[in-house]
């Protein structure tokens, strides 16, 4: 799109808005600074020409100019982001603006970046003049771009309560023209913002709500898998417990059954001898391997 030409708006500074004033000296200073860094480079380039060392630059604002030759200013002061011949015009719309915003009980001020609204409720805002590429032009080598700037502004509005906004010079409608569209947009994203805020309060915390309802279900699900788990260990372990009871009972009557059959081979066994001694120690052998007696004591109490 071909560069556009747009009158800058006649200033009465005697009216300007504080932070006008404040953004407008920032720049002046930020425009000295940059003569200088050019005057310094003049200087370097000649020393170089006649042989002389190359020297540090005292001061170095390089970050504060963006492409096309646009000035980004200072942290503190109004986000107007423009050239120096679109400059006079960009303040005249923000003062405009300013004072818009204020008929409506709104405000603007600049602790960092720019904001705009009432209370905690704000939009970011920055005043930006617009850059196009060269036309015709290629990508160097280095992969850097030719801008040029076109003299048309935008405004735009970010991190707001409600969705972003944006007005800009137009073919048939400057920006001027929209400001009172825009300081109606603020307006009403400012009014709806409680609402808007008791509705995504309202949304968290029923989101919230069913994340802690879920937890907890799947926390209780959880105890009682566990629980069930548990309890199928524990009957496992009772059945294992329950066979090896019954294990010794079958070797204690197996032992008894022995002790019968040695007796019945040994025919008369008198009192007191070494068979009957023996028959003895087998029998207290076989009552102590003997689970059942100790289980008559606890029936209740399960095999172990």
Known sequence: MATQDFEAAPTDRAGEHPLIRRTRQALAKLDDQIVDLERQREEMKERVRRGLPWEILRGVFDDHRKEGGVIAPFPGTLSVMVTLAARERALAVMNALIQLLEERQLRIW?????????????????????????????????????????????????????????????????IEDQLSTLADYVQQAIEKAPELQRRRDLAIRAQRDEAERSAAFRAEAERIEAEHQRRLSEEAARREDLMDEMARWCESERL?????????????????????QWAQWARDVADAMDPIPKRLEKPSEGPR
Request: hydrophobic letters at 35%; glycine letters at 12%; aromatic letters at 6%.
């Open 110 to 174: 600049a602790p960092g970046v720019t904001l705009v609204g009432r209370g905690k409720y704000t939009f970011v805002l920055r005043l930006s003049e617009i850059t196009e590429k060269e036309p015709g032009q290629r990508r160097s080598p280095m992969g850097t771009i030719e801008w040029q700037a076109t003299g048309r502004l935008r405004i735009t509005l970010r991190e707001g309560p409600v969705g972003d906004f944006r007005i800009r010079d137009e073919a048939e409608l400057s």
């Open 256 to 276: 008894r059954a022995y002790v019968d059959a040695v007796l019945g081979h040994a025919g008369t066994v008198e009192p007191g001898s070494a068979v009957d």
